[in-house]
């Protein structure tokens, strides 16, 4: 049931984009995004509903492609403080006793 | 408010002892869940809590016990320590979505077994 995850490692001059996708076998209800950076915990970026709805807290896009069970997270205009681990979580139903699944994450390392 | 806390935040065992991770949250979240986090292996489903009473297992649930008696807490009791339960463990907690919205997690506690 863990979701894939694409690349494993990134590194990119300040400046430059970035797109790391996530994708399930399973019929998807939710994408969740999260970032941490070495030796803290995961922060929230963004959620993605099954229907088109989305939040999330930074200047930060992503994508639900709910035919492929598919989600992209596109960085652009890097900047030194994206560097960290990216983790894409999923969960296949829509009801209270679900549990979000996550990837084994992203290495995105944004240099000067 | 002080958000999720987790303590300790260190811990060495030896194989074959027991301890109790603790967690606790004031933001009022009905959604709680544990996650070990290995090496390359990302982030694990330990055990989840929808709410105060009502426990359920994760990806890796074996060796591991939950309870959750009221809405702040959520401990994570090993019953039998073993080297492969040497990991980073977080805390997260989330409002009542369906399925659960943006989860805050704790610092993390870092437990070793010798």
């Known amino acids: 049931q863990q979701p894939v995850q694409s690349p494993q490692a990134v590194i990119l001059r300040e400046g430059e984009d970035a797109v790391i996708n996530c994708s399930s076998s399973?019929?998807?209800?939710?994408v969740h995004w999260y970032r941490q950076k070495h030796g803290e915990a995961p922060v929230f970026l963004m959620i993605?509903?099954?229907?088109?709805e989305q939040k999330g807290h930074e200047k930060i896009s992503a994508s639900f492609n709910e035919k492929k069970q598919q989600s992209s997270l596109y960085l652009t205009a890097s900047q030194l403080s994206y560097s960290g681990t990216y983790f894409c979580?999923?969960?296949?139903?829509?009801?209270?006793?679900?549990?979000?699944?996550f990837g084994p994450g992203t290495s995105l390392s944004v240099i000067p | 408010n002080a958000g999720v806390t987790q303590t300790p935040k260190f811990q060495v065992l030896k194989t074959g002892q027991s301890m109790t991770l603790q967690c606790a949250q004031d933001?009022?979240?009905?959604?709680m869940s544990w996650y070990r986090q290995d090496p390359g292996m990302g982030l694990r489903l330990i055990h989840y809590?929808?709410?105060?009473?009502?426990?359920d297992q994760g990806e890796v649930p074996n060796g591991y016990n939950v309870s959750r008696s009221t809405t702040e807490d959520f401990p994570l009791r090993l019953l039998s320590a073993a080297p492969s339960q040497t990991s980073v463990y977080f805390c997260?907690?989330?409002?009542?979505?369906?399925?659960?919205?943006?989860?805050?997690f704790g610092p993390g506690t870092r437990l070793t077994v010798t």
């Open positions: 979580g999923t969960a296949l139903m829509k009801t209270s006793y679900d549990k979000v699944i």
């Open positions: 993605l509903l099954k229907g088109g």
């Open positions: 997260a907690s989330s409002t009542s979505g369906l399925p659960p919205y943006e989860q805050y």
């Open positions: 399973k019929a998807l209800y939710s």
């Open positions: 809590s929808v709410g105060a009473g009502i426990t």
């Open positions: 933001m009022n979240h009905e959604y």
